[in-house]
């Protein structure tokens, strides 16, 4: 019998402010989880955003720090009662910054696809033998969808094509990205005449990190027109070019059932994580955990096999493309460590905790860094390449299996486990609603047209430590389905929905009378899940696929459609808002939201971008609330669109609650 080891408590000389765990998760396992850390004397990202107030100033966006005058504060309260040492007012301020949150969420997403591309291509040069194109059907779609030719082509000559093709996304210095073929023309004639078609994403992001600095671009509305300029070469740019060359390297989803949460984990195998948001080292990693000879080397220390989960976005990938459990989301990556079952966790990039080091150091967890642009002080670093996949799972899977042989934290599994459907692509969806024959979205119009469906709404993005977890994104999408609004989701936010069981197909019970019907003769879930961040591009292809199909409008902003990430934490998602907005899709955050109400460049996002025909913002903290301005706006493109009569009965809107509620 293993001695079990103390684990060493990260705070030792301040203890951490006592807070009831109940207030912040509705997560039953990560509940557990953080009160076993509080016994264990660990902190964790929820006490210390306990400890850690906001700067109220900083919360506001009403502070520049963009040269060394500075930095400056002005008054949130009183926002045009001062200026900065240049002289700049608070819209630009806020603007400036709002930029800068823009310009590090599209790097992000778009260095990610990037990567992506270069597997590709050395894919398609023959230099990578372990990838291959397994979806053609797929590579020959995206292909024809920006106007490659490929009847009676040799497969590697239209990926040579795609690729050359595809590189503009990111390098190319004059003229619109590929992918701008496939925006409704409506919405890209808007967007011309506003001049913020996207060139390449290296060079919309050099342009907005100039604009943004000290004395250069001081009007908030041309700030703004670069801010979507910059998000568009992320959702129609960098993303998409991730989500398609992900499908066509290792397969478009399907729907699969599959398992979320921390009862996922085995006490009697040796458990891997792998956590971030890169597909390229888990899909190594799904064949070196089956490889025989690891098998073996885990059988050989008493374990029965090799137990695979994901975290985060990696994990929402592959658990639509392959059915790998998922064991819970950002809020409770500190919380699955402590179950002590974590013999090793592996992590690429974005959203990775510095604290993770520290927390796998106490509970005995081997903790990996594997990307070269993300090390992490105190972690052991076994970088991934793509020209030698398996080395570096072999190495993790390795250190897995020795650190099972040797465990001696105490090992709490939570029991609780979850099943779903996972893996709704945008082709799924069109198969699924048309059939092998004749895909089509046209069910899915004709079932908005008649007031089955009142309309679609995408709910996505983290979960924050400021905001109680998962509540608001269930809470929120309960309210949607039962107002008869289609979900769709990616991110964290649906795995607090599969945590919740609503995208098991029985969930329809849930929904309304509507939608229920088209869930219960379709066989599919009120909340569909499409994978992650990146795969954000999926909701833009489904909306400008509604466009097409007919009956709704002619751009995106007809659509009876709404967007929100109500736990949001990164700057990617508010580069996935700016784009969803500049899309033409409403979009509203919770938490926290980076202006001063009041002020020109908060009307600017408010009202003023609608008025100029594209999306606008929205925030509220309350998921009710929440989700009847979502369908407030939902029936108000359906009033445009003259539909509104052929909806069955009448559903309760936000001022009749208010009325009900008064
Ligand atoms: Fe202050 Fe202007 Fe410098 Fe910003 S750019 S820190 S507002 S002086
Ligand atoms: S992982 S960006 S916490 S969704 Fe994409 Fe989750 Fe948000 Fe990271």
């Given at each position: 019998m293993a001695e079990e080891k103390k684990p060493v408590a990260i705070v030792e000389e301040k203890k951490a402010k006592k807070v009831d765990y109940r207030d912040m998760t509705t997560c039953e396992t990560t509940l557990q989880m953080l009160r076993k850390m509080e016994a264990d004397g660990q902190d964790n990202c929820f006490t210390r955003a306990a400890e850690m107030k906001p700067c109220p100033i900083g919360a506001d966006s009403?502070?520049?720090?963009?040269?060394?005058?500075?930095p400056c504060r002005l008054n949130a309260?009183?926002?045009?009662s001062k200026v900065g040492?240049?002289?700049?007012?608070i819209d630009t301020i806020a603007a400036r910054n709002f930029a800068r949150n823009v310009a590090a969420g599209c790097a992000a997403h778009t260095d990610h696809g990037m990567g992506m591309l270069d597997t590709f291509r050395e894919v398609v040069n023959g230099?990578?033998?372990?990838?291959?194109?397994?979806d053609e059907k797929k590579l020959k779609s995206v292909a024809e969808s920006i106007g490659i030719a490929t009847e009676d082509r040799e497969v590697m000559d239209i990926a040579k094509d795609l690729y050359a093709e595809l590189e503009r996304t990111y390098t190319q210095v004059e003229g619109e990205i590929?992918?701008?073929?496939?925006?409704p023309p409506k919405t890209l004639e808007t967007w011309r005449k506003e001049g913020i078609?996207?060139?390449g994403s290296m060079r919309e992001i050099m342009e907005i990190m100039h604009r943004s600095h000290?004395?250069?671009?001081?009007?908030y509305e041309n700030i703004v027109k670069q801010c979507s300029r910059t998000a568009l070469a992320d959702g129609w740019g960098g993303s998409m070019v991730a989500t398609e060359i992900s499908d066509i390297l290792f397969g478009t989803p399907s729907p699969k059932v599959a398992g979320v949460n921390?009862?996922?984990?085995?006490?009697?195998q040796v458990n891997i994580i792998i956590h971030g948001h890169e597909p390229l080292m888990f899909e190594a990693m799904v064949v070196a955990v089956n490889d025989p000879a690891n098998v073996e080397k885990a059988k050989a220390v008493g374990a029965k096999g090799i137990n695979l989960l994901g975290m985060c976005c990696s994990g929402a990938e592959v658990l639509g493309r392959h059915g790998i459990p998922h064991a819970g989301n950002f809020m409770s990556v500190e919380p699955v460590i402590?179950?002590?079952?974590?013999d090793a966790m592996g992590v690429d990039v974005?959203?990775?905790?510095?604290s993770l080091v520290r927390v796998a150091d106490c509970y005995g967890t081997k903790f990996f860094t594997t990307n070269p642009r993300a090390h992490i002080e105190g972690a052991v670093h076994v970088e991934f390449h793509e020209h030698a996949p398996f080395d570096a799972p072999n190495q993790i899977i390795a250190m897995a299996v020795e650190r099972y042989s040797k465990r001696t934290a105490k090992i709490v599994i939570p029991s609780r486990k979850d099943w779903g459907v996972h893996g709704f692509s945008h082709e799924y969806v069109n198969y699924m609603l048309g059939?092998?024959?004749?895909?089509?979205y046209t069910p899915l119009n004709a079932n908005i047209i008649n007031g089955k469906i009142r309309g679609v709404a995408a709910v996505v993005g983290c979960t924050n430590p400021?905001?109680?977890?998962?509540y608001l994104h269930v809470e929120l999408v309960k309210e949607l389905i039962k107002n008869n609004v289609l979900v769709v989701q990616t991110g964290c936010s649906q795995i607090s929905l599969a945590k919740a069981g609503l995208?098991?197909?029985?969930?329809?019970?849930?929904?309304?009378e509507g939608l229920q019907e088209v869930c219960e003769t379709v066989g599919i879930p009120p909340v569909l899940s499409l994978g992650?961040?990146?795969?954000n591009s999926r909701i833009l292809m489904a909306v400008a696929e509604m466009v097409k199909i007919?009956?709704?409008?002619?751009?995106?902003?007809?659509?009876p459609v709404a967007g929100a990430a109500p736990e949001y934490m990164s700057e990617k998602a508010i580069c996935i808002g700016q784009y969803v907005v500049a899309s033409g899709i409403y979009t509203v955050f919770g938490v926290t939201f980076p202006t001063v109400e009041g002020t020109k460049f908060h009307d600017l996002l408010f009202n003023g971008l609608e008025e100029k025909g594209f999306g606008k913002w929205g925030f509220s903290n309350d998921p009710i609330e929440m989700a009847y301005m979502m369908i407030d706006h939902i029936d108000k493109k359906r009033a445009a669109l003259g539909i509104?009569?052929?909806?069955?009965r009448k559903l309760f809107s936000m001022d009749d609650r208010r009325t009900a509620e008064g």
């Open positions: 009403a502070c520049c720090k963009h040269c060394f005058m500075g309260k009183d926002p045009y040492v240049c002289g700049a007012t230099k990578i033998e372990h990838f291959k194109i397994q590929p992918f701008a073929k496939r925006v078609v996207p060139r000290m004395g250069v671009d001081q009007d921390m009862g996922f984990l085995k006490e009697d402590a179950t002590g079952a974590v974005q959203c990775i905790m510095q059939g092998e024959y004749r895909e089509s400021r905001v109680k977890h998962d995208m098991r197909p029985d969930a329809a019970v849930l929904a309304g992650s961040c990146v795969d007919g009956g709704l409008g002619d751009k995106i902003s007809d659509l509104s009569e052929k909806r069955e």
